[in-house]
Every structure is written in structure tokens, then in C-alpha cells.
């Protein structure tokens, strides 16, 4: 079974609305932590957020969110106010810090990923 | 420190050659990670070193591929007898010890390996 799922494999959105990605994800570590990353065209992975499991409340960085669900595994990321820029594909992982099930207990495992698509 | 650098960012090469790539991690980092990503899919867990000690490696890890990290800065990845399912891009990360390598992981801007 897949661990992380990533449903939207493209995404069209206008400029300036606000984008809010899939992510569920798989696993029975009770310690994790979920990342998102934007790779754009040249690349390079970029880190946006993180979301502990342990976390009590959402965690935001400037126009990005994540709204965490942990009863039912999923960890969408929302951009606010979309830009030309924000045209990337966009990832989510998964790391579980007690279990060595996977790639390794301190490797991230990644999703599929979205190609985001913003028009003007 | 501009972040984890990677060289070089693109190798073509015949199946069969050998191969190094080297990452530069972010220099107050000891942990180093490497990742393969193929077209169309997010990246997959190579192997792991906190500073020279190569602590975990993937089953994808085949016996062609080595990597080493001698002074616990640079690492290096190998891959021996290259094939054609080899092509990828290799993408390096780092993080620091402690309480931030638990949410903490960059990466560098990864090496494109095609093999013709």
C-alpha cells in the first residue's frame, strides 16, 4: 500500500484564488512528521511546511497551511491568494520516526506529487 | 552559506561507464541524504549518513552503487556499470542534528543522470 497519495496528478487555477492540495497519508507510527515541498521546472526541491504529529494546532508559513486531520490521516496544503509564481509541482512526505518500515526510518518518503497549474 | 550544492547538475554517459556525483551539504549540517527521482514520480530514499557513518540504505541501494561521506562534509554517490533505468535526477539533502533534523530537510538543486 502506498503510504503517502497525492489524488490530483494536475491542478488549473486561476490567479489569485486560493489551492488546496490532496495529501493522505499511510501508517501506524504513532511519532511522524509530513512535509510539502515545490519543485518548480529547474528542479529543486523546496521546502514549505511541516506538520508534527503531535502538533495540536495547523501549521502555516506566510500564504501557505496545512490542514492537518489526523483521525483521518491527511494533510492538505493551502495556498492563499495563488501566484504565477506558485506554478510548480508539489509534493508531500511522510517520515516516521519510530518505525523502519519503507525507505528507512530517516529518509522521507514521498507522494506522486500535483502539477499546479496558475493562470492568469 | 548559499545551501546544499550539487555537481555536476548534468552527466550524459554510455551504459556501462561509471559515474560520481558529489554533494556539498549546508556546512553546519551532519546529516546527508541522498534520493533518485525518475520521471513523473517524487523522489525515493537512497541511503543516509550522520556525519561519516552511513546509517541507513534503501533496498533500491543495488550492489553498483556506492556512496561515502570520508570527513563527515562532502559525500559522494558511484555507480558502477551504469544501465539505462540508472537515468534520473539525484538529488541530495541535508539537516542539522538535534530537534530541528526531525523538520528540517534541503535540497540541493540535484544532478541529471542520462545513460544513452
Known amino acids: 500500500a502506498q503510504k503517502i497519495t497525492q489524488t490530483q496528478p494536475g491542478m488549473f487555477v486561476q490567479e489569485k484564488e486560493a489551492v488546496t492540495l490532496d495529501c493522505t497519508y499511510d501508517?501506524?507510527?504513532?511519532?511522524?512528521?509530513l512535509f510539502w515541498y515545490k519543485q518548480p521546472s529547474s528542479g529543486e526541491m523546496i521546502f514549505l511546511i511541516y506538520q508534527g504529529s503531535y502538533d495540536q494546532q495547523n501549521a502555516t508559513e506566510g500564504r501557505y497551511s496545512l490542514n492537518f486531520q489526523k483521525a483521518r490521516k491527511s494533510a492538505n496544503l493551502v495556498i492563499s491568494a495563488s501566484q504565477l509564481g506558485d506554478s510548480a509541482m508539489y509534493f508531500c512526505a511522510m517520515r516516521e520516526y519510530q518505525g523502519r518500515s519503507g525507505g528507512g526510518a530517516d529518509g522521507l518518503t514521498f507522494g506522486k506529487g500535483t502539477h499546479l497549474i496558475i493562470q492568469p | 552559506d548559499t545551501g546544499v550544492s550539487q555537481d555536476p547538475r548534468h552527466k550524459i554517459t554510455k551504459r556501462g561507464q561509471n559515474v560520481t556525483f558529489r554533494c556539498d551539504p549546508i556546512?553546519?549540517?551532519?546529516?546527508l541524504y541522498w534520493y533518485r527521482q525518475t520521471l513523473g514520480q517524487g523522489p525515493e530514499f537512497l541511503t543516509y549518513f550522520q556525519n561519516e557513518a552511513q546509517l541507513e540504505k534503501s533496498r533500491l541501494l543495488s550492489d553498483r552503487f556506492s556512496a561515502e561521506r570520508p570527513k563527515g562534509s562532502f559525500s559522494t554517490l558511484e555507480i558502477q556499470r551504469t544501465e539505462q533505468g540508472d537515468s534520473a535526477m539525484y538529488l541530495c539533502?541535508?539537516?542539522?542534528?538535534?530537534?530541528?533534523?526531525?523538520?528540517?530537510?534541503?535540497f540541493g538543486p540535484g544532478t541529471r543522470l542520462t545513460v544513452l
Open positions: 501508517t501506524s507510527d504513532p511519532s511522524y512528521g
Open positions: 539533502a541535508s539537516s542539522p542534528s538535534g530537534i530541528a533534523a526531525y523538520n528540517e530537510q534541503f
Open positions: 556546512s553546519e549540517h551532519n546529516r
